[in-house]
């Protein structure tokens, strides 16, 4: 597909070292949060969580579509609100299959001893979702939110994690961005990757068109602005250049350098490098079946050696105040499409994906038609007899349901959340 679209160029990630991006796994559509960009429908708290052996058997798509070292989103709703033993299972089959596990949380339930549940089950990453889009209590501001940031930091301290954290970006914050990046700047390796996703006119949240003046160019120069450096985006891509960007900075003694300044090189490195295993977990152990790779591969050695002098040169004052010690810090800013103004060849391109009951489909698709995938019955193949999953009233049953419910009594709907309650700040519930 990328071929036809003109997109299986250097540096292209998709097609060529993963099929996918990544693939969001909904395990329920409940959340303790209203942000006010949620993607979520007015509809999704009158869903029940899906059985089990149901959501197993998505990992199991997942996985026969995919393969090993796919990318999988843990996600919701809020995935803690799930049963923890049954969080932990979805978790356990994940790794079982060789693919990746990330917890997507707004961290209100992700303890400590959770994680470490989680991490004892196969969890790769945690992708902690933190701004004022949450409208949390006592934090007016993203720079006030560095608080719970931290705090949240702390939970992972020491496990093997990969942390990222998830920024929306919109009208109200947009000027904030740079502070929310040096917040990051100056936890480099703790944070692995911070992803910025831009506000879109899509689910039950109050706010809905983002203005003129927020585009991925204008993202990446605020971030570039907290980063104190300049970053070059285009060097690596993600499926449709519409819709992410992506860059890898170098840390050291709390300053960032762009890594991948050299396009040429990124693409060559990407290419040549396809099949070796990122590991993000363990970063030692990779980099050590990277120098182990590098060694059967001499003629890479002049331009690999080339760019560690640049940079080394670059980096030398900051190298020696940090006793060589580098880090790693990962930016993306995603480009979500309003639910309105989608577009067929970004769909037909998605590099993220979310799996349902007829397989993986475009994550952007899936938030703007969310009631026809979440109300809809689900066949469970359990026995040969027709059983089916009624997501609204929580049963199965062999009592034949409307396919094509897009729309449930207000009775059922449970909590009012977004534009059908009048917004008042969040409880305190960190
Ligand atoms: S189509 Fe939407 S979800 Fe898919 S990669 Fe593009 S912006 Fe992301």
Redesign the pocket.
């Known amino acids: 597909m990328l071929d036809k679209l003109g997109l299986a160029r250097p540096g292209q990630q998709m097609g060529q070292r993963w099929p996918i991006?990544c693939v969001a796994l909904e395990i329920t559509q409940r959340c303790n949060l209203d942000c006010t960009l949620c993607y979520l429908s007015e509809n999704s708290e009158a869903v029940k969580d899906i059985p089990l052996d149901v959501v197993l058997a998505r990992v199991d798509r997942i996985y026969r579509s995919y393969g090993k070292n796919t990318d999988v989103q843990v996600t919701g709703g809020e995935p803690t609100l799930r049963k923890s033993d049954e969080l932990l299972a979805i978790v356990r089959r994940i790794h079982a299959l060789g693919m990746r596990a990330t917890l997507m949380t707004n961290g209100i339930c992700a303890t400590r001893a959770l994680l470490e549940e989680l991490v004892a089950a196969g969890l790769s990453d945690v992708a902690f979702h933190v701004d004022t889009t949450q409208q949390r209590r006592g934090y007016e501001t993203e720079a006030e939110l560095d608080t719970l940031r931290q705090r949240y930091l702390d939970r992972a301290a020491g496990l093997p994690l990969s942390v990222m954290f998830n920024t929306t970006v919109h009208d109200g914050n947009f000027d904030q961005i740079p502070s929310v990046v040096a917040f990051f700047r100056s936890r480099a390796g703790q944070v692995r990757t911070a992803s910025f996703q831009l506000q879109?006119d899509i689910g039950r949240g109050v706010r809905r068109r983002r203005g003129p003046g927020i585009t991925p160019d204008t993202a990446a120069v605020q971030i570039e602005q907290g980063a104190g450096t300049s970053i070059q985006f285009a060097a690596s891509l993600?499926?449709?250049p519409?819709?992410?960007r992506y860059s890898m900075c170098l840390a050291a003694n709390g300053n960032l350098y762009d890594a991948f300044d050299n396009l040429h090189f990124v693409s060559t490195m990407q290419k040549a490098t396809a099949a070796v295993v990122f590991d993000r977990t363990r970063p030692l152990a990779t980099a050590g079946r990277l120098a182990l790779w590098l060694g059967r591969h001499p003629i890479l050695w002049p331009r690999v050696i080339s760019w560690l002098l640049r940079k080394g040169w670059e980096m030398r004052k900051d190298l020696v105040a940090s006793r060589g010690h580098v880090r790693t810090l990962s930016f993306v800013i995603?480009?979500?499409?309003d639910g309105r103004r989608?577009?067929e060849d970004?769909?037909a391109?998605?590099?993220?994906?979310v799996v349902t009951d007829d397989g993986p489909v475009?994550?952007?698709?899936?938030?703007a038609r969310r009631d026809t995938f979440i109300l809809r019955p689900i066949r469970l193949h359990r026995t040969t007899l027709p059983l089916f999953w009624d997501p609204v009233r929580g049963v199965e049953t062999t009592e034949f349901i409307e396919p094509a419910r897009t729309d449930v009594d207000a009775s059922q709907r449970g909590r009012q959340k977004s534009r059908s309650r009048n917004k008042a700040p969040q409880p305190a519930n960190v």
Do not use: D, Q, T, V
């Open positions: 991006g879109a993600i499926g449709h519409s819709c992410s995603h480009n979500f499409m989608l577009e970004r769909i391109a998605c590099a993220f994906k475009s994550m952007c698709l899936h938030n």
